[in-house]
């Protein structure tokens, strides 16, 4: 259970994160979706995938890379490493 716990703190830095630079933030339901956070700001939507300590492996990569989004919305993987005071963000395009 360490592992979801640890996922739920990353998701929850996350979405500070993304408060503080003036997004609404939301969490996807259990967290079970393509994506784990959906950030709404005032020019852009991104769509959020929150790891830790690893990128996503090459089948969920797919799955990121093909999801399709509107004009103006963005695909990012945010990965957390153990003790890092701030995320690796990787923009899909």
């Known amino acids: 259970m360490k592992c979801k716990r640890k996922g739920t703190r990353n998701e929850h830095r996350s979405r500070v994160m993304l408060e ?20 709404i700001g005032a020019a852009d939507v991104i769509l959020v995938q929150v790891k830790s300590n690893r990128g996503p492996r090459p089948e969920e990569l797919g799955l990121l890379m093909a999801f399709p989004v509107p004009p103006g919305c ?16 990787r923009y899909l395009d």
């Open 20 to 39: 503080a630079d003036g997004y609404r933030v939301t969490r996807a339901a259990g967290s079970l979706g393509v994506w784990d956070l959906v950030a």
């Open 74 to 89: 963005r695909k990012a993987i945010h990965i957390w490493r153990d003790y890092a005071r701030a995320a690796e963000i």
